[in-house]
């Protein structure tokens, strides 16, 4: 937690909210207080997770993290999610951006009636 929230709460780093989803495997030395904690992992980490699983499936195609938030948002508007929510849920500041996935969608629609 950051030092001042810290004095402001001095139990919130006990709640789950101020818990990391990925911690380190690793424990350091907090530079402020000297004491040893784990903080979170490595963005490098996660990248490297990803492609390590896209090369051992045998995927031809580039895969990152970032894969995953395209494919969330284009499933979402498929299940007939509304657009202003998975603007929100994908923080889009315009609607403009998420109705780049309407795009695939559409994609679909016509290779369907094509066939």
């Known amino acids: 937690m ?3 929230l810290s004095k402001k709460y001095p139990h919130a780093n006990k709640s789950l909210q101020w818990q990391f989803i990925f911690p380190s495997h690793k424990l350091s030395v907090d530079p402020e207080t000297g004491e040893i904690r ?3 992992f490595d963005h490098s980490s996660i990248r490297k997770a ?3 699983a896209s090369v051992k499936s045998k995927i031809n195609k580039l ?3 970032h894969t995953f938030r395209h494919s969330f948002a284009t499933h979402l508007l498929q299940s007939g999610a509304d657009i202003r929510t998975v603007q929100a849920q994908l923080g889009h500041s315009d609607v ?3 109705q780049i996935y309407t795009h695939v969608l559409q994609q679909e629609l ?3 009636l094509v066939h």
């Open 96 to 98: 403009k951006t998420t």
């Open 63 to 65: 895969v990152t993290p």
């Open 38 to 40: 784990r903080h979170h």
């Open 110 to 112: 016509t290779v369907l």
């Open 50 to 52: 990803v492609k390590s």
């Open 2 to 4: 950051p030092h001042l």
